[in-house]
């Protein structure tokens, strides 16, 4: 074994010797993204679009203190009805959660950590975090953008939320290397919507061309990882001004809640779902089974070099 204490499931460990197309998907998203019974039906479905576009799904935990590479439907949905009641675990949590034994959902930070030591380079998830708004004075930033700078995984994501500050985001992703490619679009997708009015680094039209870029940045030899953005389709995206004003709302009830630190973002995910009474779970759901669908296909286009 490659590390005494990661546990490759058999199916993905044959596939990656076997250089055949591997995705692996985060944890977080199942306990504290979104409410049960949905985070385990959207688990699930995941791991099923994976398979049906051509690659074996990798979901990733930290389960007993051991870092897990594909799991098993009864752990996601052991995953899924624990909730916020599982570690969420960044970088910073890995040591005493594997030391002491203890379960933990992987963040895109903890995820590609644990992808890239298990031989996976393909990535899919909703969305990643990144510079909150007000960080000139709390100094929030998410450790996914500093993992993206120095872990050489490809993370297809549907943006960035504006519960960030998205110009702050993309400032700090240009000072540290990380190309951010928009999938079939010149403009930074915002999560719930296809527009946000930031533009990304380069747009890139089709798996093989993602496929080759990552390729080049590997070969190259640069340390750090790739983000792709995604956009939701376009029957599933949201009215631009209704999700703006539920995030604003948010944003406002967290700060008089006084959250901070990692309960932030599940806060504000959680209060965006009950203002728009459940919409905006409808379209993250949709928008992580078009981003699983995109990086299976990707991940068959890197094999395929
Ligand atoms: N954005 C979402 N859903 C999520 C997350 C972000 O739309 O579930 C999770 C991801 O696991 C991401 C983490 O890596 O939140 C970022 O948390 P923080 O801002 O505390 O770094
Ligand atoms: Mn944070």
Known sequence: ?????LDVN????EAVAAGRPVVALESTIISHGMPYPQNVETALNVEKIVRENG???????ILGGRLKAGLTADEITYLGKTGVNVTKASRRDLPVLVAKGMDGATTVTTTMIIAHMAGINIFATGGIGGVHRGAETTMDISADLEELAGT???VICAGAKSILDLGLTLEYLETHGVPVIGYGTDELPAFYTRKSGFSVDYRLDSP??????FKAQRDLGMKGGMLV???IPEEFSMDFHVINRAIDDAIAESVRDGIHGKATTPYLLAKVKEITGGDSLASNIRLVYNNAALAARTAAAYCAL
Not at 208 to 213: K, N, R, V
Request: no cysteine.
């Open 1 to 5: 074994m490659i590390n005494r204490y």
């Open 55 to 61: 690659a074996i799904p990798a979901t990733i935990a």
């Open 152 to 154: 050489p995984v490809m």
């Open 208 to 213: 093989e061309e993602l496929a080759a870029a």
């Open 10 to 13: 058999p199916e993905v460990a």
């Open 229 to 231: 953005t995604n956009p």
